[in-house]
């Protein structure tokens, strides 16, 4: 059964880069149909940052997109979240999850436990 | 963007049903999903492709969707059901876009 397990600073300082890793195991990433990154602000709801296809296509959410780069390593199983020139308003749980569905079926399941970042100074 | 509309919050008897809407332009035309998030936990996905359920997920939660709107029934409520509660469809329509609804508080009164 596939297992997510997100990992990284969880203090930013601001105009930095915000770096997060989710190692996947029992299963191989190179397998998997796709993959995804999503952020939950204190006290709010759910948003879709990006996605990464086994292909290696991305997708990321137009809000973020300027600022938001995941990438896949195949060797380490895992894959990457960066984030840049991040504030205050980035401040959230991330949560990588595993994707799943085709054509227009696509949904997340399971995810990881979800990691706090914070930005301050 | 492709925008979901959820109530903020529904409350329920313990014993009976909730039903959670997911509204969206033509949503009937996309397939939905439900994740329930419990506090302090990570979301689980409880309803997929409208209305299948992944394995150990009770028969009482299912789904519908059709038109402008998709709904999660939650039936014989319990106390442990209290949760929030997230729609979400993949749009194509402007590029690959996965979209979460702003999810909905079910109290469990």
């Known amino acids: 059964q596939v297992q997510l397990q997100e990992s990284g600073p969880g203090l930013v300082k601001p105009s930095e880069t915000l770096s997060l890793t989710c190692a996947v195991s029992?299963?191989?990433?190179?397998?998997?149909?796709?993959w995804g990154w999503i952020r939950q602000p204190p006290g709010k709801g759910l948003e879709w940052i990006g996605s990464?296809?086994?292909?290696?296509?991305?997708y990321y959410n137009p809000s973020l997109k300027s600022r938001v780069t995941i990438s896949v390593d195949t060797s380490k199983n895992q894959f990457s979240l960066k984030l840049s020139s991040v504030t205050a308003a980035d401040t959230a749980v991330y949560y990588c999850?595993?994707?799943?569905?085709?054509?227009?079926?696509?949904?997340?399941?399971?995810w990881g436990q979800g990691t706090l970042v914070t930005v301050s100074s | 963007s492709y925008v979901l509309t959820q109530p903020p919050s529904v409350s329920v008897a313990p014993g009976q049903t909730a039903r959670i809407t997911c509204g969206g332009n033509n949503i009937g035309s996309k397939s939905v999903h439900w994740y329930q998030q419990k506090p302090g936990q990570a979301p689980v996905l409880v309803v997929y492709?409208?209305?299948d359920r992944p394995s150990g997920i009770p028969e009482r939660f299912s789904g519908s969707n059709s038109g402008n709107t998709a709904t999660l029934t939650i039936s014989r409520v319990e106390a442990g059901d209290e949760a929030d509660y997230y729609c979400q469809v993949w749009d194509s329509s402007s590029d690959h876009i996965w979209v979460f609804g702003g999810g909905t508080k079910l109290t469990v009164l």
């Open positions: 999850a595993s994707g799943s569905g085709y054509g227009k079926r696509n949904w997340f399941d399971p």
């Open positions: 990464i296809y086994h292909s290696g296509s991305t």
């Open positions: 492709d409208d209305s």
């Open positions: 029992g299963y191989s990433i190179s397998s998997g149909y796709y």
